[in-house]
């Protein structure tokens, strides 16, 4: 099994900054792909963005040029530097984990809460 666990969320005004971690335990070698997905209030959860051990790099386009995911291959970890946030990437976002899927995982973490002010 993997265990997942996200930090880094809060709230920060529009045009703000925010990095999310996501740190992987376990079986780390079921994280090929790792990534995250949001939700907000009313809506079905949707990719935000995903990276994988070979280096490649995947965005929803309502975050391409304003979020970057990173990954440190030694810790087991999982970034996203947000900027430029908007009321829209307002949500929980979700850290998951997969052998080799980028849009579907089946690991999930419990999520952190992302609010950006007006």
């Known amino acids: 099994q993997v265990q997942l666990v996200e930090s880094g969320g809060g709230l920060v005004q529009v045009g703000g900054s925010l990095r999310l971690s996501c740190a992987a335990s376990?079986?780390?070698?079921?994280?090929?792909?790792m990534g995250w997905f949001r939700q907000a209030p009313g809506k079905e959860r949707e990719f935000v963005a995903a990276?994988?051990?070979?280096?490649?790099?995947y965005y929803a386009d309502s975050v391409k040029g304003r979020f970057t995911i990173s990954r440190d291959s030694a810790k087991n970890t999982v970034y996203l530097q947000m900027n430029s946030l908007k009321p829209e990437d307002t949500a929980v976002y979700y850290c998951?984990?997969?052998?080799?899927?980028?849009?579907?995982?089946?690991?999930w973490g419990q999520g952190t809460q992302v609010t950006v002010s007006s």
């Open positions: 998951g984990a997969d052998q080799g899927r980028i849009y579907e995982y089946d690991y």
């Open positions: 990276t994988s051990k070979s280096g490649g790099t």
């Open positions: 376990g079986r780390t070698s079921l994280t090929y792909v």
